[in-house]
């Protein structure tokens, strides 16, 4: 294992999970989405359209359709993510490579998502890579308050006694990296060449959106970016 010199200094790996441990043009998250616009058409008896338009406007004011429900509505947890998580995986296949690159980071590996803790072991498995990581981080656990919120990076950095200065997140939503950034950790944008991390109502139009300067590294495929920076 060697780490090109401006990576020396990480001993901590912190990843995302959704469309970041796997490819977001495997189009797997989708599934998640018509899940969540299904269920708030069931829970609050509205059209699809409604419905679709609620988790979007949601996910850009609260962090996500989850927060925003139990903020509005005091919406109970538990039933919307056991539903939204029940989904087919087979259209997601493990990377050897990936799970090679991973194993051979030094220091600690961390899964830190705004999905359940039970959602993070499932993908994880699945995809052949949660054995190597050293603990997971689910929205239980930050009381149920999402990436990007101050308050999200808090309890985490607490729960793993993270140093900031030496840790790297890993991430496809963008906004999702400016705290961490703020806080001294080094951030990796994982785009799978596509701009599905950023809120479509803050979206810029396809092939505009500059990298904001939070981000410092930006790469279409992660298993690219882990082999061009931590071994060559
Ligand atoms: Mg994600």
Redo the contacts with the bound molecule.
């Keep these: 294992m060697t780490l090109q010199n401006e990576l020396r200094h990480l001993d901590t790996w912190i990843f ?5 441990l796997y490819r977001a043009d495997v189009n797997f998250f989708s599934q998640i989405d018509r899940k969540m616009t299904a269920f708030i058409q069931r829970y609050l008896n509205v059209s699809k359209a409604d419905a679709s338009t609620l988790r979007e406007t949601y996910w850009a004011e609260y962090g996500t359709t989850l927060s925003g429900l139990m903020a509005v509505h005091d919406m109970d947890p538990a039933e919307f993510l056991d539903d939204v998580h029940d989904v087919d995986l087979s259209d997601l296949k493990p990377d050897p490579r990936l799970r090679d690159l991973i194993k051979s980071l030094p220091g600690r590996k961390l899964i830190f998502t ?1 999905g359940s803790r039970g959602h993070a072991e499932n993908i994880g498995t699945h995809l052949n890579l949660f054995d190597l990581f050293d603990g997971s981080f689910g929205i239980e656990d930050t009381g149920y308050i999402p990436k990007p919120k101050r308050a999200a990076f808090e309890r985490f950095n607490q729960s793993f006694d993270i140093n900031p200065k030496t840790s790297v997140f890993f ?3 963008v906004l999702n990296l400016e705290v961490p950034r703020h806080m001294g950790m080094t951030t990796v944008w994982v785009t799978s060449g596509s701009h599905i ?1 950023v809120p479509s109502q803050t979206r810029p139009k396809a092939g505009t959106l500059s990298t904001p300067d939070w981000v410092d590294y930006v790469t279409q495929d992660l298993t690219d970016w882990l082999s061009e920076n931590t071994q060559f």
């Design positions: 995302d999970l959704d469309n970041t705004n991430e496809d939503g991390g």
